[in-house]
């Protein structure tokens, strides 16, 4: 297990990347673990192609925008839909990555299995819901994604060699700040909170803090 603190989708492509601390401290911790030829699910605008030369690389997105802005070789496609594992299928490559997108499955065991049909090698990591457990409580909101229990319990079919829980810390000075980090960041889903909770937030700054964690499975 891993513990670090740190300090302070379409419609906000443009700036994910400025905002996805944790996914890319992610990243660089597995870079060593990743193949020479990869596909990428959900691999947002946030190319792998920056930070490794591939002899071949495909990210795998559904959001139009983020592959404008993604600099590596891409495919549109959804990995909620068998069809994606169908071209992926076409494919000469070794491995099967995700660094911050498998949270967001419609039937996170059904996209494993098929992950397994591929007969690749995987790294996989998946946010649980206990990111931003202290705001959610605050608010009263329960999270949209997986328990880490649910999570290990679909990744059994994988039948993985090794899995890893990450948990991080960002702390932030004021609650416009962490309101705007959770916005932009591509992790906190189409949750709904009444405009009074929002109010009630920005006045008594409750929590400082947003806790991720992360299973990885590889």
Known sequence: MENV???GFDRFAHTYGQYNVIQKKIIKKYLPFLKNRVVDLGCGSEGLCKYKEF?????????????KRNPCNTLRADFNDKKCFEHIKKYDFDQVVSFSALQWAKD???????IK???KDYLLAVFTSSTFRSLHRVLGIKSPICSKEEILKASSVLNPEKIEILNYEMMFD????LLEYIKYSGVS???RVSP????????NFPVNILEFEIVVVR
Do not use: C, Q
């Open 5 to 7: 603190k740190l300090r």
């Open 55 to 67: 002899e071949f690389y495909l990210g795998i997105d559904s959001s139009e925008e983020m592959l």
């Open 108 to 114: 996170l065991e059904d996209v494993f299995r098929h």
């Open 117 to 119: 049909d591929l007969n």
């Open 174 to 177: 004021n609650p416009k700040e």
């Open 189 to 191: 889903g189409n949750i």
């Open 196 to 203: 009074a909770k929002i109010r009630e937030f920005l006045r």
